[in-house]
């Protein structure tokens, strides 16, 4: 990545970062650095829930400031269609266990940014989402340490060394 970076700045900020976030920044440490989980785990989480507070606060400010401008406005619109027809019938059934498992399950455009851009678009109580949100994103990190760690041992049971 970016090398002249320590690699605790790289984790933490990298985890920042819409749909890479501690879910898969933790398992890129631990691969490609040799960190433990529990090294990198609160730098991730740290750095993933840092913007999350942001965004269900002033998105509104951030959208109405984009929309005056064509290519925005048409990217929004997309990118709402698309998140109101990904979790629609999950949070209206649901509410804030749809948005848990929605931030929960580590799979790509799943996580805290598009849980706080579905709290946004469903007029979801910002309090409430932020704890469902980042409850989303320590299951999500564990997940992916669990499974990062499987991988790891069976490889090396093969006599593959990662």
């Not at 951030?62 to 998140?83: C, G, I, P, Q």
């Not at 059934?93 to 946004?120: N, Q, R």
């Amino acid at each position: 990545m970016l090398e002249f970076l320590p690699p605790w700045f790289q984790i933490f900020f990298f985890s920042m970062i819409p749909w890479l976030e501690a879910r898969y920044i933790i398992p890129f440490a631990m691969l490609h650095y040799g960190w433990e989980w529990w090294q990198a785990f609160p730098l991730a989480i740290a750095g993933n829930i840092l913007p999350i507070p942001f965004i269900l606060l002033f998105f509104h400010l951030v959208e109405k400031f984009l929309r005056r401008y064509t290519f925005w406005s048409n990217l929004m619109d997309w990118l709402f269609a698309r998140t109101r027809r990904k979790a629609t019938s999950r949070i209206t059934k649901y509410e804030s266990l749809g948005l848990f498992a929605f931030v929960a399950l580590p799979l790509p455009f799943t996580g805290a940014w598009t849980g706080a851009l579905i709290a946004y678009l469903f007029d979801l109580k910002i309090s409430r989402s932020l704890l469902i949100i980042f409850l989303g994103l320590l299951s999500a990190a564990v997940i992916m340490i669990v499974l990062t760690l499987n991988v790891r041992w069976i490889l090396s049971y093969l006599g593959i060394h990662v």
